[in-house]
């Protein structure tokens, strides 16, 4: 009896203290999605770390149907607000124009996914049923050959204004438009005297944008993967970005058994490129896949201080990895 009185009065001295509040802290925008329900707004209020019982803060917002009253967009938030402040901020009716979300260059198309859906601005299973379903009307989608994450590599990362308005489909077709127009007509006329497909290119750059600790480096780890692209002596290109893609993980150092997975995009099993991009590249990653240094490296490893060190023979890479 007294450790479940003890329990209980702890439970509802906490959850005392979250419905009050606290000194209030950093400011955190949070997007109220259209047709948002008391279980959507309480979830999300508890993911952006504002309170710590949905279903409490459910409860209380149910009271005297102030829910009726919410107001979806963008709202302003600080933490430790009360309750009640959380409430009356949620009343207050906000601009539904837009929101402005940042895709970074390197994201994989999961990771994008999760950037808008916790912005509130896609539903994960609609997003994922529209980009490998719907008939976007691009050439280079068509040409895409047929494989599971379709679109990977083509979300193109970019700073995009977003509006309540904008379903799944009208959200990727903005990131497709921003590919189309950045994928320039320069470098669709390098891809056709490479004799590469824009599918082929993007691949090679999603590998060289993960792969690359800079921007300064990317023309040079370019041209070792198109060197092992033209060689019979190390036609595997070998890229532990590959198979990071494969495990969703961002393993610092790979084990012999995750270079043997058996997948289409393990480069260290597969001569070539993968089937597919593995992220969403930038202009600099896509210009360094179509304009490689000139060099004679066919290996590289990073040192110690975060930049890679290139070899053009296979014992001296060894030594530079020793």
Same mark, same amino acid.
């Given at each position: 009896?007294?450790?479940?009185? !003890?329990?209980?009065?702890?439970?509802?001295?906490?959850?005392?203290?979250?419905?009050?509040?606290?000194?209030?802290?950093?400011?955190?925008?949070?997007?109220?999605?259209?047709?948002?329900?008391?279980?959507?707004?309480?979830?999300?209020?508890?993911?952006?770390?504002?309170?710590?019982?949905?279903?409490?803060?459910?409860?209380?917002?149910?009271?005297?149907?102030?829910?009726?009253?919410?107001?979806?967009?963008?709202?302003?938030?600080?933490?430790?607000?009360?309750?009640?402040?959380?409430?009356?901020?949620? $009343?207050?009716? !906000?601009?539904?124009?837009?929101?402005?979300?940042?895709?970074?260059?390197?994201?994989?198309? %999961?990771?994008?996914?999760?950037?808008?859906?916790?912005?509130?601005?896609?539903?994960?299973?609609?997003?994922?049923?529209?980009?490998?379903?719907?008939?976007?009307?691009?050439?280079?989608?068509?040409?895409?050959?047929?494989?599971?994450?379709?679109?990977?590599?083509?979300?193109?990362?970019?700073?995009?204004?977003?509006?309540?308005?904008?379903?799944?489909?009208?959200?990727?077709?903005?990131?497709?438009?921003?590919?189309?127009?950045?994928?320039?007509?320069?470098?669709?006329?390098?891809?056709?005297?490479?004799?590469?497909?824009?599918?082929?290119?993007?691949?090679?750059?999603?590998?060289?944008? %993960?792969?690359?600790?800079?921007?300064?480096?990317? $023309?040079?780890?370019?041209?070792?993967?198109?060197? %092992?692209?033209?060689?019979?002596?190390?036609?595997?290109?070998?890229?532990?970005?590959?198979?990071?893609?494969?495990? $969703?993980? %961002?393993?610092?150092?790979?084990?012999?058994?995750?270079?043997?997975?058996?997948?289409?995009?393990?480069?260290?099993?597969?001569?070539?490129?993968?089937?597919?991009?593995?992220?969403?590249?930038?202009?600099?990653?896509?210009?360094?896949?179509?304009?490689?240094? $000139?060099?004679?490296?066919?290996?590289?490893?990073?040192?110690?201080?975060?930049?890679?060190?290139?070899?053009?023979?296979?014992?001296?890479?060894?030594?530079?990895?020793?």
């Amino acid at each position: 009896m007294i450790i479940i009185s !003890v329990v209980a009065f702890s439970f509802i001295t906490s959850v005392f203290n979250d419905s009050r509040g606290s000194v209030q802290g950093d400011p955190v925008i949070v997007n109220i999605a259209m047709d948002s329900g008391a279980d959507d707004i309480a979830a999300v209020l508890a993911k952006n770390g504002l309170i710590s019982y949905p279903f409490i803060f459910k409860v209380y917002s149910m009271r005297a149907n102030q829910f009726k009253d919410f107001k979806y967009g963008l709202h302003t938030f600080n933490k430790g607000m009360s309750y009640e402040e959380l409430a009356e901020e949620l $009343k207050r009716t !906000v601009s539904p124009d837009g929101i402005s979300v940042t895709i970074p260059e390197g994201k994989e198309f %999961r990771e994008i996914a999760d950037i808008l859906a916790g912005q509130g601005l896609i539903n994960k299973d609609k997003f994922y049923e529209a980009a490998n379903n719907y008939d976007f009307d691009y050439d280079f989608i068509r040409a895409i050959p047929a494989r599971e994450n379709r679109l990977e590599g083509y979300l193109f990362p970019a700073t995009y204004l977003f509006t309540q308005q904008d379903d799944e489909v009208s959200i990727i077709n903005k990131m497709l438009s921003a590919f189309d127009l950045n994928f320039i007509s320069a470098y669709r006329k390098q891809t056709q005297e490479m004799g590469m497909s824009i599918d082929q290119v993007v691949t090679l750059a999603s590998i060289i944008e %993960r792969e690359a600790a800079n921007t300064d480096e990317m $023309k040079i780890v370019s041209s070792v993967f198109h060197n %092992r692209l033209d060689s019979t002596e190390y036609p595997y290109l070998q890229s532990c970005a590959t198979v990071q893609y494969i495990l $969703k993980e %961002r393993k610092a150092v790979l084990s012999d058994e995750d270079t043997q997975i058996d997948s289409p995009y393990n480069t260290y099993i597969n001569k070539g490129l993968p089937i597919g991009p593995i992220a969403s590249p930038g202009t600099a990653a896509i210009n360094a896949a179509l304009n490689p240094a $000139k060099t004679d490296y066919y290996f590289f490893v990073l040192g110690p201080d975060g930049k890679h060190i290139f070899s053009k023979t296979y014992e001296e890479h060894l030594t530079h990895v020793q």
